[in-house]
């Protein structure tokens, strides 16, 4: 299948890139993921305005501890994120494999962790979801934290008897 500038290639079904495809940037040849964008996020003027607008600086974020996003693509029919396809698995996948980390290597998955979100922090945005699943390692130990621009639904609020005030 072919979307604009992209030739699908394959389509995960499991793990973190669920529901992704993979994909050819037919000019250049370089491999990248696309991840297709339904619901009210495209469908509200609004919160599109929003998504492009935080793409936008997701785009300048550049760290060697952060996924890229190269792209946000709207062909009318079909709108989607263009992201860094990156070799290696998931944390999580490694963890289940492989059993526990031993304590430097956690130190050291966590230093790199932690260097990407300071730069993506710096530019005002948030993770919202660390965990292994959303850790990505090569097989030479480096980690990436898997980033994407769409934003979480927003903040939950507390009704006011769960608030853990006491009378």
Known sequence: FLYGDYKVDDRFEIGTPAAM????HVPTGHPVLLHFLSGPITESPQRWAELVARTRMVLEVKHPHLNRCFELV????FKFLVLEDLPGRSLARHLAAAGPLDAPEACRILRQAALGLHCLHLTGQVHGDVRPANLWRDAAGYVKVLFSPVPWPGPIQRRADESGERS
């Open 74 to 77: 709207d062909l009318d029919q």
């Open 21 to 24: 495809f993979k994909a050819v």
